[in-house]
């Protein structure tokens, strides 16, 4: 009999499973010869209903709620195909990093589909499924430098090929996506916060002086930790808070945001070009949750495009969690034959670059 590597075409079709965090998400997606990718189902369900009662994620509430709805939404996007698991050439799951409990639900599932219709597996890195989501939605390739922000990490990375990424900067506290929901939180706007947090900048004035944290370091991380604080006691010092003061500390928290992101990433592009090396065009792409928010892209568009850079970000609802994203990042190792055993463990914390040392001490997000 075949082992389920072999005759593996030019031309293939992907089952993606998403569960790392509280979206749980099923999608088909196929990859042309020509390396170019198609989604032809992707269905995604939120669970922020059930955790908005508690200001953030749950994971025991998060892995239960992917438990209740993960074959259903499988099921609906094998439908909109319009195929059987038969005609899939592999299936590719969500491995980490993430929360435990949801990763196994996601994992196993896909390890099972696998299993029972004899498919290659893939278990998916999350953090490069994001990072090559410009390859599904405009047919970028790398190399390219990369700014993933997201509710659980914010790095910058040159980005070389699937599976080879050298880390430039990282967050020595809060990821970018969190400091945008501890804010939302601080202020009474809801969650999740980025979206909440945007809206209310809308109807707001940067009054506020608020702190730019890392500005001008030579190394290309981040911090937010200090910039929530400031938030906090200036939250603290007004109260209590009318609408206009929550509108107005929104928009200087993003103002602040983006000009410290802004300032980093300015940072990675001269970084990025030298080691690049001259001849190899410079691409500036940005992906994750945080990837939505358009003030901070409609800035790092500018930068980009001032300092020499071309500017590349996924539509709005493929920054966000999906198994698009997954499914494709399956498709692209596929396509290099980097396929899994069935015995792939979950991992919950999963460096991209294997090689990046963190950015202070032990234990700081890798
Ligand atoms: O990539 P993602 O969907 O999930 C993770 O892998 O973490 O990112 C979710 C994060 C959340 O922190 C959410 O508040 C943030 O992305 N986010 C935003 C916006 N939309 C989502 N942050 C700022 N502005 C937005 N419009
Ligand atoms: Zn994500």
């Known amino acids: 009999m075949d082992s389920p590597e072999q005759n593996i075409p030019d031309f293939s079709i992907v089952l993606g499973i998403e569960t790392s965090c509280d979206e749980t998400s099923a999608a088909v997606v196929a990859r042309l010869p020509d390396g170019s990718g198609r989604i032809v189902s992707n269905v995604v369900r939120t669970q922020w209903e059930r955790h908005r009662p508690y200001g953030g994620v749950v994971p025991e509430i998060a892995a239960r ?20 698991f038969a ?16 990763l196994i639900v996601g994992l196993v599932t896909g390890k099972a589909i696998a299993l029972a219709s004899r498919l290659p597996f893939i278990a998916v890195h999350h953090l490069e499924a994001h990072a090559l989501t410009v390859g599904l939605t405009e047919g970028l390739r790398p190399p ?45 706007l809801g969650f999740p916060g980025g979206p909440a947090v ?17 500005l001008g370091r030579p190394e290309p991380h981040f911090s937010f930790a ?18 206009q003061d929550v509108a107005d500390l929104a928009a200087s928290f993003q103002a602040a945001v983006i000009a410290s992101v802004a300032d980093r990433c300015a940072r990675a592009m001269d970084i990025a070009a030298e080691r690049l090396g001259s001849g190899t065009p410079l691409r500036f792409v940005v992906a994750g949750g945080v990837a939505a928010n358009e003030r901070l892209r409609g800035s790092l568009r500018a930068l980009a495009e001032k300092r020499g850079y071309t500017f590349h970000v996924p539509p709005a609802q493929l920054c966000s969690d999906n198994a698009a994203m997954i499914a494709w990042a399956g498709a692209e190792r596929l396509a290099l034959r980097l396929i899994d055993p069935l015995g792939a463990p979950v991992r919950p914390r999963w460096p991209l670059d294997l090689d990046a040392q963190p950015a202070i001490g ?3 997000k890798a």
């Open 198 to 214: 945007e809206q209310a900048a809308r109807g707001g004035n940067e009054r506020f002086d608020l702190p730019r944290p890392m």
């Open 65 to 84: 709620a992917h438990v209740e709805c993960l074959d259903i939404l499988i099921q609906e996007a094998m439908r909109e195909a319009d195929i059987a």
């Open 144 to 188: 390219y430098l990369l700014l993933l922000v997201s509710g659980g990490h914010t790095q910058l990375l040159i980005v070389r090929g699937a599976g080879d990424y050298e880390r430039l900067g990282t967050t020595i506290d809060d990821a970018l996506g969190e400091a945008f929901d501890k804010t939302a939180k601080l202020l009474g």
């Open 87 to 102: 005609d899939l050439d592999a299936v590719a799951a969500t491995a980490g990093p993430g929360l435990i409990g949801g």
């Open 362 to 364: 032990a234990g700081v």
């Open 226 to 243: 200090g910039l929530k604080t400031a938030v906090r006691r200036t939250a603290e010092q007004l109260a209590p808070l009318k609408p």
